[in-house]
Nanobody, 127 residues
Framework: QVQLVESGGGLVQAGDSLRLSCAAS????????MGWFRQAPGKEREFVAA????????NYADSVKGRFTISRDNAKNTMYLQMNSLKPEDTAVYYC????????????????????WGQGTQVTVSS
C-alpha cells in the first residue's frame, strides 16, 4: 500500500505558475510509476502527465505539453507538477496517482492502470 497526498493547488490568474507536489508514504516510493490526472466540473477525469519509476521517461497530454513539467525526487518520496502559463481551461481538481512496476522505464497514461490515488488538490485559473 502507498498513501498519496497532493498539495500546492490554489487560485491564480491566467499566465501564472503553480507547482503541485505529491508526497508518498507507505511502501517504498521508488517502486512506483506515477502520474497526474485532473477532473473539471462536469467532465471526466483526464490524463495530464506521467513519469516512470526511474524518472527518465515522461509523457504529457497534448493540452499541457510545453507548459507543464512532471518530475520526481525519490529521495524525498515526492513527485511534482510544475505548471506554467496557466489557462482558465486548466481549472480542475488535480489527482496524484501511482502503480507498482517492474519495468523502471515505463510510464502509464490510462487511469485504469493505476492502483493508488490521492484525494486531489483544486487548481483554479481566473481569466
Amino acid at each position: 500500500q502507498v498513501q498519496l497526498v497532493e498539495s500546492g493547488g490554489g487560485l491564480v490568474q491566467a499566465g501564472d505558475s503553480l507547482r503541485l507536489s505529491c508526497a508518498a508514504s507507505g511502501r517504498t516510493f521508488r517502486r512506483y510509476a506515477m502520474g497526474w490526472f485532473r477532473q473539471a466540473p462536469g467532465k471526466e477525469r483526464e490524463f495530464v502527465a506521467a513519469i516512470s519509476w526511474s524518472g527518465d521517461s515522461t509523457n504529457y497530454a497534448d493540452s499541457v505539453k510545453g507548459r507543464f513539467t512532471i518530475s520526481r525526487d525519490n529521495a524525498k518520496n515526492t513527485m511534482y507538477l510544475q505548471m506554467n502559463s496557466l489557462k482558465p481551461e486548466d481549472t480542475a481538481v488535480y489527482y496524484c496517482t501511482a502503480r507498482a512496476v517492474v519495468n523502471s522505464g515505463r510510464y502509464y497514461r490510462a487511469s485504469g492502470e493505476y492502483d493508488y490515488w490521492g484525494q486531489g488538490t483544486q487548481v483554479t485559473v481566473s481569466s
